[in-house]
T-cell receptor, first 110, second 119 residues
Framework: GQSLEQPSEVTAVEGAIVQINCTYQ??????LSWYQQHDGGAPTFLSYNALDGLEETGRFSSFLSRSDSYGYLLLQELQMKDSASYFC???????????FGSGTKLNVKP | DTGVSQDPRHKITKRGQNVTFRCDPISEHNRLYWYRQTLGQGPEFLTYFQNEAQLEKSRLLSDRFSAERPKGSFSTLEIQRTEQGDSAMYLC?????????????????FGPGTRLTVL
């Protein structure tokens, strides 16, 4: 089976740093993606890890540990516009099939 | 705007009716995906096309669902004999596919979705 676990909701203040964790159980795991989705909007791609370690893209970084079946998304210098849902998605090896977690709703407060 | 368009944006139908949705991907993208998303959940994979070939279909997809991608361009998703449980947001995404050993991201670009309500 396939499963991805994320916290359902996280609250942080503007300017702070927040980490959203994702643990997965995916047979034939190939890589982990992160998407952002604002209410009423479509998911937009943030980051992808195929190898262990940290990938940095501006204020957003993503980390993967294959041995722990674990990844996280790190958001720095939080802004009000970062309030959204964040999804991790596991890609299955040799298939272009992505399994999404249930999402983490991030609330950024002033 | 990602460049992926979907039509219609909203559809209200009565139980038992057939509905068809259209997705126009980014023109140079050869991969196209359909997902279903319900409130508070992540997108759920339905099916995937590489050009015009449907290569993967979720086992969760009943026989009432069918998708096509003639000529490897736009795609349609049809739901026959709709049920109230089909009410959801139907998302389409397209991707270019990996272009090299380091670019295995295969980033998917999502359209705005079609919100289906079955009464």
């Amino acid at each position: 089976g396939q499963s991805l676990e994320q916290p359902s909701e996280v609250t942080a203040v503007e300017g702070a740093i927040v980490q959203i964790n994702c643990t997965y159980q995916t047979s034939g795991f190939y890589g982990l993606s992160w998407y952002q989705q604002h209410d009423g909007g479509a998911p937009t791609f943030l980051s992808y890890n195929a190898l262990d370690g940290l990938e940095e893209t501006g204020r957003f970084s993503s980390f993967l540990s294959r041995s722990d079946s674990y990844g996280y998304l790190l958001l720095q210098e939080l802004q009000m516009k970062d309030s959204a849902s964040y999804f991790c998605a596991a890609r299955k090896y040799n298939f272009n099939k992505f399994y999404f977690g249930s999402g983490t709703k991030l609330n950024v407060k002033p | 705007d990602t460049g992926v368009s979907q039509d219609p944006r909203h559809k209200i139908t009565k139980r038992g009716q057939n509905v068809t949705f259209r997705c126009d991907p980014i023109s140079e993208h050869n991969r196209l995906y359909w997902y279903r998303q319900t409130l508070g959940q992540g997108p759920e994979f339905l099916t995937y096309f590489q050009n015009e070939a449907q290569l993967e279909k979720s086992r969760l997809l009943s026989d009432r669902f069918s998708a096509e991608r003639p000529k490897g361009s736009f795609s349609t998703l049809e739901i026959q004999r709709t049920e109230q449980g089909d009410s959801a947001m139907y998302l389409c995404a397209s991707s270019l596919g990996p272009t090299g050993p380091k670019t295995s991201t295969d980033t998917q670009y999502f359209g705005p979705g079609t919100r289906l309500t079955v009464l």
